[in-house]
């Protein structure tokens, strides 16, 4: 989900879905306009594959993106906000879409195209934003696997009003991959501005971007317990903390942790082991965990107080004893702890559990992404999305829900 031009969007998708009456689903972009409104659709990827196959299967990224200024560094006469979404595409295809405000049509510009193989579909799974220190361009981040990171500026006479880099900055292929899942690839699974600086997730790694006309990216951090884990490093997401800004991010496996990172040394600290954390709190053998699917929220609270909501899901041992209020689902290859579950982090790094309770009409099993409510009237409403297939058969399965803020 993203706030944008005063709207709630989120995406949505039909991974391991089995058709009900209505046939097989595309990926669609859904709209909320009014907080006492109805979720609509606001566009329907129905592209089809010459074998009558929906061509793309799920949203792999969304984000709201403002433009200052443009690739040249030249402030713009008025700020330009663009909506920005991808796809999980079958055909190995990497397309940014970009939805036009004025019309409210999306046009689509090829980045990449890859082959996809039977367990590997190439996407982009994230975009950022920064503004380039050294020549003051206003730049969009796509991460995009398994090429790299590609950069864009603002541009009105292009496709989707975004010139994107022909090339990647930086690529997998030139990072270690010795603790790379995904059968041996890396995913770039997230960004984030710290100290006037970008840096972003490459598998389990983080990098800093280095500004200027000819950029380069440096590693600062390599997670040296990575345990057995798909993806990496999650949810950067950057920190006050001592007159400066740390780097906070999740480590997604059997080794789950909350990461404190600070950007100038590498030296990091682990906030939270979140297997041990989930166990005790559950009274559960928690094997797996994946956390800040996406990224991690910012909500301020009325005595002034920033905190850090993050959303989660956890597999547990398939014979654990399920005490009541638990609910867990059999998958088969695991077993999943299907409550909608989320962190609290105060400032001081301590952290809460707390459960979104919902009239859910089927198990919820995950929570992917929180946004505070956009509209003013709507008060202190938090919107709660989510869901995992988990690579198991579902149906009519993705929810979003809303609550108040703590």
């Not at 969009?140 to 541009?155: E, K, L």
């Not at 951090?221 to 950057?238: D, H, M």
Request: some cysteine; aromatic content about 10%.
């Amino acid at each position: 989900m993203t706030a944008h031009e005063g709207k709630l969007y989120g995406g949505n998708g039909y991974w391991e879905d089995i058709p009900g009456q209505e046939g097989a689903q595309a990926a669609q972009i859904l709209v909320l306009e009014t907080p006492d409104g109805a979720w609509r659709v606001d566009h329907d990827f129905d592209e089809r594959l010459p074998d009558g196959r929906r061509r793309h299967l799920a949203v792999s990224a969304l984000q709201s993106i403002q433009f200052d200024t443009d690739g040249r560094g030249k402030t713009l006469s008025q700020p330009v906000s663009l909506l920005l979404a991808s796809t999980w595409d079958l055909t190995g295809t990497s397309q940014v879409f970009t939805r036009h405000n004025d019309t409210g049509r999306w046009s689509a510009l090829i980045l990449s195209e890859d082959k996809p193989t039977p367990n590997f579909l190439p996407q982009i799974r994230c975009f950022g934003s920064h503004k380039d220190r050294v020549t003051g361009a206003d730049l969009v981040f796509a991460g995009q696997m398994p090429r790299g990171i590609f950069s864009g500026s603002y541009d009105p006479q292009t496709k989707g009003h975004i010139r994107w880099s022909s090339t990647p900055e930086i690529t997998p292929a030139s990072i270690s991959n010795a603790f790379a899942g995904l059968h041996r690839r890396l995913r770039v699974t997230s960004f984030a501005e710290a100290n006037g600086r970008l840096y972003a997730t490459i598998g389990q790694h983080v990098f800093e971007r280095i500004d200027g006309p000819s950029p380069q990216w440096r590693s600062i951090y390599t997670n040296s317990i990575p345990g057995r884990s798909e993806t990496g490093l999650r949810g950067l997401t950057a920190v006050p903390f001592v007159g400066t800004s740390m780097l906070l991010a999740t480590v997604e496996g059997t080794a789950a942790r909350v990461l404190r990172i600070n950007p100038e040394t590498g030296e990091n600290i682990t906030e939270l082991d979140l297997c041990a954390f989930l166990s005790q709190s559950w009274r559960m053998d928690v094997r797996y965990v994946i956390a800040a699917y996406n990224d991690m929220t910012s909500v301020s609270l009325p005595e002034g107080e920033n905190v850090l909501l993050i959303g989660l899901m956890a597999f547990v041992a398939k014979k654990t004893p399920v005490p009541a209020g638990h609910h867990v689902v059999d998958i088969g290859y695991g077993v999943v702890e299907a409550g909608a579950w989320y962190l609290l982090r105060w400032p001081d790094g301590h952290y809460m559990l707390r459960q979104l309770a919902a009239p859910f009409p089927q198990a919820p099993v995950a929570i992917r992404a929180i946004k505070c409510s956009p509209f003013p009237e709507d008060g202190n409403s938090l919107y709660f999305a989510g869901y995992d297939a988990n690579k198991a058969s579902a149906h009519n399965s993705a929810w979003i829900a809303r609550a108040q803020r703590i």
